[in-house]
C-alpha cells in the first residue's frame, strides 16, 4: 500500500504540491479522496506575512471534477492559523492550497474552470446543458457567474495608430 499512495497522489493532484493523499474510498456513485496539506506554514491573507498554527486541524469537503462516471469530494484536512499582529483584521484564517482551493470555495479549482471555459463558448443555459453532460451540474446563473469572474483579458497595445483611428 505504500508504494500505491504517492501514486494516487501523482493521478489526483498532479501539477499541486503540499498535498498528500491518505485514502480514496470509492462507492458505486462517488469517490472519496482523504487528504491533507503537508505545507510548513501559510501566509496571512493579502501577502502580510506568513503566520503560526494556532488553532487545530479543520476539515473541507470541496467538490471535485467527476472521475469515471462518479462525483468525486474531497475531505482536505488543513490547518487553522492565528494572526499574532493585535491590528490586522484577519484574527483566524485557513490555509488554502494554491490551485486546489480558495476563500470560501465550495469546489476545487479544476471544478471551477471546467464550466467556465464550458460557459465562455456557449453562455448560461447551453453551456449549464453541456457541463450537466460532462458530469459537472451547475445552474445557468453559475456558468455566467464563473465567466464574469474570470480576468480581463490583457489587449496588447497598439504599435501603430492611423489616421482614421
Request: aromatic share 4%.
Amino acid at each position: 500500500m505504500e508504494e500505491v499512495v504517492p501514486q494516487l497522489k501523482e493521478l489526483l493532484f498532479p501539477s499541486i504540491a503540499d498535498v498528500a493523499v491518505l485514502s480514496v474510498d470509492v462507492s458505486i456513485a462517488t469517490v472519496q479522496v482523504d487528504a491533507e496539506c503537508t505545507a510548513n506554514g501559510a501566509g496571512l491573507p493579502g501577502g502580510r506575512g506568513l503566520a503560526e498554527p494556532g488553532h487545530g486541524p479543520y476539515l473541507r469537503f470541496p467538490a471535485d471534477v467527476p472521475s469515471a462516471g462518479r462525483s468525486v469530494v474531497l475531505q482536505l484536512r488543513v490547518r487553522r492559523f492565528a494572526c499574532r499582529n493585535s491590528e490586522c483584521t484577519c484574527r483566524t484564517f485557513v490555509e488554502q492550497i494554491p490551485g486546489l482551493t480558495r476563500r470560501h470555495g465550495q469546489r476545487t479549482e479544476r471544478l471551477r474552470a471546467t464550466p467556465a471555459s464550458v460557459g465562455l463558448a456557449l453562455a448560461g443555459r447551453a453551456g449549464a446543458r453541456l457541463s450537466s453532460a460532462l458530469g459537472v451540474c451547475v445552474s445557468r446563473s453559475t456558468v455566467l457567474r464563473l465567466v464574469e469572474a474570470l480576468p480581463e483579458p490583457e489587449v496588447p497595445a497598439p504599435r501603430v495608430v492611423g489616421v482614421g483611428e
